[in-house]
Antibody
Framework: QQQLQESGPGLVKPSETLSLTCSVS??????????WAWIRQPPGKGLEWIGS???????YYNPSLKSRVTMSVDTSKNQFSLSLSSVTAADTAVYFC???????????????WGQGTLVTVSS | QSALTQPPSASGSPGQSVTLSCTGT?????????VSWYQQYPGKAPKLILY???ERPSGVPDRFSGSKSGNTASLTVSGLQAEDEADYYC??????????FGGGTKLTVL
């Protein structure tokens, strides 16, 4: 069973860039037909898909965040990352990374999640 | 893409059945069978309980079932148990490798 673990600063200042990394263990991030996703949840609110990345580098972003989001993958470290620029208090949320298989079992669902990390935007 | 619509709350007594709805549009729920449901306890990560509208991952009790009609997907929890009290979220594929979530339903077991 693969495990995902988010890491990064828990506090970011307004207008700065939020940067998080998801480390994948128990399997290769380069598995065929698997996307990797970032999803966030503001305190007391619902889930929001931020974007997804394939190990080859193809990225897909939520249109509402697209201008501020960059995702990347480092296959040598079995990690993928999220950068969100020009953050405001509205970006305060728990950020989750998740696996998104595009073939086989649990096709096209977020079938494995990290525990989440709270990022607060405040000066 | 707009969020899918879920009722904010639902409730039922132990042993009863409750159905949670997830309404989208012809561009998301109505067009694809890639609708999945997640159970989330406070302070925890969401857990996949249904995918492909009605498929259960291994280990998920068969008390959880799913269906879809038109632009609305549904999750039915039969034989409600106290441990089913949680938040439930749906999500749908919307094409071009994009996804949208519902706002979530808080299920209370009375």
């Amino acid at each position: 069973q693969q495990q995902l673990q988010e890491s990064g600063p828990g506090l970011v200042k307004p207008s700065e860039t939020l940067s998080l990394t998801c480390s994948v263990s128990g399997g290769s991030i380069s598995s065929g037909s698997t996307f990797w996703a970032w999803i966030r949840q503001p305190p007391g609110k619902g889930l929001e898909w931020i974007g997804s990345i394939y190990y080859g580098g193809n990225t897909y972003y939520n249109p509402s965040l697209k201008s501020r989001v960059t995702m990347s993958v480092d296959t040598s470290k079995n990690q993928f990352s999220l950068s969100l620029s020009s953050v405001t208090a509205a970006d305060t949320a728990v950020y989750f990374c998740a696996r998104l298989p595009y073939s086989g079992y649990a096709l096209k669902s977020f079938d494995n999640w990290g525990q989440g990390t709270l990022v607060t935007v405040s000066s | 893409q707009s969020a899918l619509t879920q009722p904010p709350s639902a409730s039922g007594s132990p042993g009863q059945s409750v159905t949670l709805s997830c309404t989208g549009t012809s561009s998301d729920v109505g067009s694809y069978r890639y609708v999945s449901w997640y159970q989330q306890y406070p302070g925890k990560a969401p857990k996949l309980i249904l995918y492909g509208v009605s498929e259960r991952p291994s280990g998920v009790p068969d008390r959880f079932s799913g269906s879809k009609s038109g632009n609305t997907a549904s999750l039915t929890v039969s034989g409600l148990q106290a441990e089913d009290e949680a938040d439930y979220y749906c999500t749908s594929y919307v094409g071009n490798n994009n996804w949208v979530f519902g706002g979530g339903t808080k299920l209370t077991v009375l």
